[in-house]
């Protein structure tokens, strides 16, 4: 998708944003942009409203029966979070090549992780020893 400004200057959201990294105040990398939300007035041209991120924004973007057994999965691993994490372009201050965010990130954007390490993977012998990127 491009998306063409005033100017003779372009933006283009497929190029710049999506699949890029995202990195919140702090510098910590919490995923990377899965998705985009639009949102516009009757009338009005679209505006990007927010950055979709996580597992759950990877889904829609698989088509065909990939797209729908990554989204049953993903409801039978996260009963409670169907939806993506939404960061609200508000908190972006730069797009390339990493999304730098002026907040820091939602919680939930760990929580497929965070989930893997309660289940599997802090049962390993070590696990306890292992750095938290989040820190």
Known sequence: MTVRHDSSEVFRIGFTVL????????GRLTGK??????SW?????????????????LGPRLSGRLGRAWQTLL???RPGEPEPVRIPVADVT????????S???PEEVWAL?????RRFIGHF???????????
């Open 19 to 26: 699949d890029r990294q995202i990195a919140d105040r702090d």
């Open 33 to 38: 942009a899965d998705d985009i939300e639009l």
């Open 41 to 57: 007035e009757e009338g009005g041209r679209p505006v990007m409203s927010a950055l979709l991120t996580d597992s759950a924004a």
């Open 75 to 77: 409801r039978r691993l």
């Open 94 to 101: 730069e797009f390339a090549p990493t999304t730098r965010l």
């Open 103 to 105: 907040t820091a990130a």
């Open 113 to 117: 992780e965070d989930w893997l390490r």
């Open 125 to 135: 012998p070590g696990a306890d020893d292992a750095d938290d990127t989040r820190q």
